[in-house]
């Protein structure tokens, strides 16, 4: 059984860095397309990043620059570093990964199998 586990989410102040894990399970993680989303309260789920199953990565406009995907296939986990953090980036942050999902729908959510339960990111002014 697929499982993913989100951690590292909390209050962090306006400039700080973070740095999220998504440690998979039951499967091995690189073989899979794995993408972190986010979502604020009253918004739509959005994308953040990815990394393909060819560690090719990708980013959102409004976090390029200043977040980081990566994966250890070794600990089975994806990270995604956070810096410069803003206060619109205060959300909900999932891990999602899927084994077939192709480049075009890398960043849509609705695509995507499996899921972690999400890690709060807030980030006061």
């Known amino acids: 059984q697929v499982q993913l586990v989100e951690s590292g989410g909390r209050l962090v102040q306006a400039g700080d860095s973070l740095r999220l894990s998504c440690v998979a399970s039951?499967?091995?993680?690189?073989?899979?397309?794995v993408a972190w989303f986010r979502q604020a309260p009253g918004k739509e789920r959005e994308f953040v990043a990815v990394i393909n199953r060819s560690d090719i990565t990708s980013y959102s406009n409004s976090v390029k620059g200043r977040f980081t995907i990566s994966r250890n296939n070794a600990e089975n986990t994806v990270f995604l570093r956070m810096n410069s953090l803003e206060p619109e980036d205060t959300a909900v942050y999932y891990c999602?990964?899927?084994?077939?999902?192709?480049?075009?729908?890398?960043?849509?959510?609705?695509?995507?199998?499996?899921w972690g339960q999400g890690t709060q990111v807030t980030v006061s002014s």
């Open positions: 999602a990964a899927d084994s077939r999902i192709i480049t075009s729908s890398l960043r849509n959510h609705q695509q995507y199998d499996h």
């Open positions: 039951g499967y091995s993680i690189r073989r899979y397309a």
